[in-house]
């Protein structure tokens, strides 16, 4: 239990949760303006860095 919780409070639940199911409603985007292209990319990225990071 303690673990569970110790875990909880270390990861960024934003990029964890939410910018899944964000993104997955997004969809491809691959015929898209550029612009959104490059938009829904950087969210992935900053997803993907974000992502069971541990503060210091």
Do not use: C, F, N
Request: negative net charge.
């Amino acid at each position: 239990m303690i673990d569970a919780a110790q875990l909880a409070g270390l990861t960024d639940l934003r990029a964890e949760k939410v910018m899944y199911w964000a993104l997955s409603l997004v969809g491809d985007v691959s015929g898209e303006d550029p612009a959104l292209r490059d938009a829904v990319a950087q969210l992935r990225a900053w997803a993907v860095e974000v992502r069971g990071h541990r503060p210091r």
